[in-house]
């Protein structure tokens, strides 16, 4: 076997309750590397077509990359992959902390789940065994919540992936969660999971990672850190993460703002990246082998509750949906991954039926009386637990823009804000076109992971449109949602 593969693919059935290791193929190294490599081979060659995503027939695929394990920086991210109950179509999502390289710890390049259990479980992976353990009393528990019960059964050396009320319940968008609060599986993952009564993966690894040349990689480790370390905007990275996109934006007029009718957003600086560094922030957080960590944990000085806040989620939280309170937007991020709901889309699917409200799409038979409008953080809380329990008008709003707007119908489709079914990450690009077709071109759907090329649209002009322009795009989009993730690194 080749450096950086344990050489071993762990096949679960949740049906039958028995599991196998098959070998991990010359074929599928060479050929896919890795990650959503992997992922996309695997679940090409065994879905068959027009399967139902919410079917025992589908299947979720845990796949890691060749570094993954080794402390090759920012290696530590996980590819989550099934077919999407959102989108129907190949669906994926990368999660970091630490549970990448705790399944490669435990012997296994990648775990292929299927089947359906017939009562709640979650698994525990080691190097020795996978356990079948009844889930009965963390089923209905938040993700957060969940997540302190298993590292107090299991200790704090393991990786987790868990779903909340959210992917039990089917909310489409449901996500993965791990460690208190890093999100993975746009696409609804978590979904999936809550379909096959997976309440969550825990897994305990202690092998050695194979590598060919140990001390090579430590003198590569050592430059790209070192390289990483001197850019000017190190500093500002670990102080303020992913947060300082929110003045980026702002500057550059694409802050999601009021279900995205607007791009600038008036009360920026009190959520900005500025403000979150300064007067909210406590601690630093960073995925396994990280030199740059970017988890910007707060504590809210209302409610006092400790979240791990970024730019898509303030962003989609705070300005699209008119909330201008630091302590109210921590409040709905905390909750969002407490009930394992992916922030950006329920930002969106929030700001859709506001503006549907407003224009007379929706009224208070549908909302339980609510009188909604932008700028209530109680109204979306309330909003929220609709969705996560399918309450009222939440059981519609579970279902995504898409499917809402194709019932609610109308111009209604003008501002359901997605790309095949996929909710869009926190660019407004309505002056951004190249951004726009980095979204419309993306493979899942509107997913910045793949399609983040408004940086160099802005550098270049927003205007310019040439060939060169969509050239770059496609290498951007190849890249990223290509090499980065086939190889399961941070970007
Ligand atoms: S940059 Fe952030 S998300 Fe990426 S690997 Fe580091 S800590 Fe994780």
New binding site residues.
Partial sequence: MYGGWMGKILRINLSSRKYREEKLSEELIRNYIGGRGFAVKILWSELKPKINPLSPENKVILATGPLSGTFSP?S??LVVATKSPLTKGYGDGNI?GHISSSIKMCGYDAIIIEGKSNKPVYLYITPNSVEFKNADHIWGKGAIETDHILRKDHGNSIGTLVIGPGGENLVKYAVVITEYGRAGGRPGIGCVFGSKKLKAIVTEGWLDIPVVNLEKLINITRKAVDFLKKQSNYDKWVSQ?TMAAIEWSQENAVLPTYNFQENVFEKYREIGGETMSKLYKIIR???FS?P????NIVRDKKYKIWSELDYENVAMFGPNLGIDNMDEISRLNYMADEYGIDAISLGNVIGFVIEAFKKGYIDETMTNGLKLKFGDPDIVFELMKMVTYRKGIGDLMAEGTRTMAEKLGGDTYKFAMNVKGLEITAYDSHSAPGMALAYGTSPIGAHHKDAWFIAWELKIGRDVVSREKVEKLVLMQRIRGGLFEILTV?R
């Fill in positions: 920012s530590g991210k970091g993460g957080k960073a995925c990280c740059m960590p970017c988890g941070c």
